[in-house]
């Protein structure tokens, strides 16, 4: 009965790869989101997609694209990563106003 | 632009007491705010939802109360028990309904038995 999943759950990988996060959800939402949560557990909305139409995109890389094949996914991908870019990354959805939150994917890159 | 602010940063308790977590935020002019639970190293867990029309929301041990012209809501526990510990985080969603959560830096709690 998992309402909003992410996969991978642990992702270790060298500078300058890319790679992908996957998200679904369950709950039949309109919205879906990535947040990004530093090393200080500062939790940042990155961007925010409505029945596969992207309404938020906070300044972010453009080595970060945000693809939403449907309204049960918004899956993340990212390019050229960097040291920087190590973090927690959590994938949400609200249908009105409350949003839940996946369990969230640790990205190490070395 | 909105900021919000969570104090204490971290907070220890001996089991049994209540307690209170704070925010605030820099805009009064919010469509909603939420509290959530943070356990080390997973998800987010919604705890509370309150409307910018209401004043407080109650589930089980906690109530969060929301002042939006002081800009503060507080988060209370009662009856503070071990496994209410974990990082306590407070969002405030903007007017206009974009969805955009803007969280606060989280108030860590340990409750010892």
């Known amino acids: 009965d998992t309402a909003v999943s992410q996969t991978p759950k642990y992702l270790v990988t060298q500078m300058g790869n890319d790679k992908s996060i996957k998200c679904e959800q369950n709950?039949?939402?309109?919205?879906m989101y990535w947040y990004k949560q530093d090393s200080k557990k500062f939790l940042k909305i990155m961007f925010s997609?409505?029945?596969?139409?992207?309404?938020i995109n906070e300044t972010v890389p453009n080595r970060f694209s945000p693809k939403s094949p449907d309204k049960a996914h918004l899956n993340l991908h990212i390019n050229s990563l960097e040291l920087g870019d190590s973090a927690v990354y959590f994938c949400?959805?609200?249908?009105?106003?409350?949003?839940?939150f996946g369990p969230g994917t640790r990205l190490t890159v070395t | 632009k909105q900021e919000v602010t969570q104090i204490p940063a971290a907070l220890s308790v001996p089991e049994g007491e209540n307690l209170v977590l704070n925010c605030s935020f820099t805009?009064?002019?919010?469509?909603?705010l939420q509290w959530f639970r943070q356990d080390p190293g997973k998800g987010l867990t919604s705890l509370l939802l309150?409307?910018?029309?209401?004043r407080e929301q109650t589930s089980g041990r906690l109530n969060a109360s929301l002042d939006k012209s002081s800009g503060r809501s507080t988060l209370y526990i009662a009856a503070s028990q071990p496994g209410d510990s974990a990082t306590y985080l407070c969002?405030?969603?903007?007017?206009?309904?974009?969805?955009?959560?803007?969280f606060g830096q989280g108030t860590t709690l340990q409750v010892k038995p």
């Open positions: 949400a959805s609200s249908r009105a106003d409350e949003q839940y």
């Open positions: 709950l039949g939402h309109d919205t």
């Open positions: 969002a405030v969603h903007g007017s206009g309904n974009t969805g955009k959560l803007i």
């Open positions: 997609y409505n029945n596969k139409e992207l309404i």
């Open positions: 309150i409307q910018s029309s209401q």
């Open positions: 805009d009064s002019a919010i469509y909603n």
